[in-house]
């Protein structure tokens, strides 16, 4: 895990104990991450490792089921490379019954480990100041709610509005319209956190600029969108874009 650090501030780790009848083995985990972040070949390396015997289907479908909310919905710069890695190995002699209730709680815990990693990325992104959680709910589809969610994670003027401490909802509403998605902005509402910033087409009436102004202060901040168009939902994970990250790039060679 230190071999493989870069820009990264710390080395990313994740262990899982796990029991299924009698037999208890662990799942290991680490990787690296901290800038060029985006799913599509994105600077990242993800090593996991099974103290059991698994097939190669198994542990592709362990993989496929967990990776579209976990690896695949986390951004720091929107930039991506030729590294991006991920791998999966079964290195014990174990035999195991998958049967369903145990396959159930394996891949509950491959779930869980490979989002701890994810979000160990995302917290180390370069110059992070702040975790951004962008949680898009009512969209007509899966990849409408995914869309407009990396919008608002990626978009330079959220990141540095969120930097700033500034819950400039202004532009949220930017990042959803350029997606060119079909929405009814007469809506939409928006939320940092549980406050509420605009709904009806306009700014909210029941807006409370000192709860606001407190709540983005802290280190994780939500921004909620209800799209009001479906029963489908996505969240992404981000962070802020500060003159950390402007100084690390600037001067990196």
Sequence with gaps: SNAIMTTDTFPKISISNIKLDSQSFKIYGIAKGSGMI?????????????ECEASKQLMTRLLKN??????NSITVDSDTSTS???????????????????F???????HDL??????????????????????????????????????????????TAIAG???????VIMAIGKTEEKINQNKIIVLFG?????????ISKKINIKKLNHYVKNKII????????????????????????????????
């Design 222 to 253: 939500d921004i909620n969108v209800k799209l009001n168009l479906g029963k489908f939902s996505h969240t992404v994970y981000g962070n802020d874009l500060t003159f950390e990250y402007l100084k690390i790039n600037a001067d990196y060679r």
């Design 165 to 171: 401490e500034d819950a400039n909802w202004g532009r």
């Design 194 to 202: 549980n406050n509420v910033v605009c709904e009806n087409g306009s």
């Design 66 to 71: 967990n990776l579209d909310n976990t690896f």
């Design 104 to 110: 159930k709680i394996l891949n509950n815990k491959m």
């Design 114 to 159: 490979m989002h701890d990693l994810s979000l160990q990325v995302i917290k180390d992104g370069e110059g992070v100041s702040k975790l951004i959680k962008v949680n898009i709910f009512n969209a007509r589809t899966k990849h409408q709610a995914k869309k407009i969610a990396f919008s608002i994670a990626n978009s330079p003027l959220v990141k």
């Design 84 to 102: 991006d890695t991920l791998m999966i190995f079964s290195v014990g002699n174990k035999k195991i019954n998958l049967h369903k209730k145990n």
């Design 38 to 50: 985006h799913p599509n070949m994105g600077t990242m390396l993800v090593y996991i490792f099974m």
